[in-house]
T-cell receptor, first 120, second 109 residues
Framework: GAVVSQHPSRVICKSGTSVKIECRSL??????MFWYRQFPKQSLMLMATSNEGSKATYEQGVEKDKFLINHASLTLSTLTVTSAHPEDSSFYIC????????????????FGPGTRLTVL | GQNIDQPTEMTATEGAIVQINCTYQ??????LFWYQQHAGEAPTFLSY??LDGLEEKGRFSSFLSRSKGYSYLLLKELQMKDSASYLCAPLDSNYQLIWGAGTKLIIKP
């Protein structure tokens, strides 16, 4: 159980184009989805938290107009990197959570396999 | 502030036991997670502790002391596939995971 998929796994694009990454919880309904970015040999950096049907909450320093997040359903969230530049090249990882209500393990995040973005 | 402290790197021998320590300071506390992350891959969930004590799950065990802000992950009967980074991540009062840089574990034959 608790499988999260992410698509595409790898994308190479030209500078100035937009890239959409999908994150799906396959066997559970995710109350909350998270988007992370990780540069080589660095820790995970939370970009934003999104709840189904509401606007995402962005972390300080993350441009909401550049990284558009849509959480249309309890099983799907998308991250669109608009007008991508080479410095946006990174490993983008989503995670999904059942939420924090009740029981041990509330808040457990299950991660997708990640998307490696290379902007030329 | 919020802070996670883990060794940057550890080396152990195949078949041996290794303990990865983690100390943390967070705004509030709602449990602590351990994740495993192989190079180039996303993290995978290993364990969750919210009460003091030891949680055993196969070859992996995790310990928590809330009063000391301390946890460890114990890996027994090490296998080459255990070579990975191990991330200690406490959950703060907002139920947000606080991530450190993790401990890179190198297993040698």
């Amino acid at each position: 159980g608790a499988v999260v998929s992410q698509h595409p796994s790898r994308v190479i694009c030209k500078s100035g184009t937009s890239v959409k990454i999908e994150c799906r919880s396959l066997d559970f309904q995710a109350t909350t989805m998270f988007w992370y970015r990780q540069f080589p040999k660095q820790s995970l950096m939370l970009m934003a938290t999104s709840n189904e049907g509401s606007k995402a909450t962005y972390e300080q320093g993350v441009e909401k107009d550049k990284f558009l997040i849509n959480h249309a359903s309890l099983t799907l969230s998308t991250l669109t990197v608009t007008s991508a530049h080479p410095e946006d090249s990174s490993f983008y990882i989503c995670s999904a959570s059942l939420g924090t209500s009740g029981g041990l393990g509330g808040g457990t995040q299950y991660f997708g396999p990640g998307t490696r973005l290379t902007v030329l | 502030g919020q802070n996670i402290d883990q060794p940057t790197e550890m080396t152990a021998t195949e078949g041996a036991i290794v303990q990865i320590n983690c100390t943390y300071q967070t705004s509030g506390f709602n449990g602590l997670f351990w994740y495993q992350q192989h190079a180039g891959e996303a993290p995978t969930f290993l364990s969750y502790n919210v009460l003091d004590g030891l949680e055993e799950k196969g070859r992996f065990s995790s310990f928590l002391s809330r009063s000391k802000g301390y946890s460890y992950l114990l890996l027994k009967e090490l296998q080459m596939k255990d070579s990975a980074s191990y991330l200690c991540a406490p959950l703060d009062s907002n139920y947000q995971l606080i991530w450190g840089a993790g401990t890179k574990l190198i297993i040698k034959p």
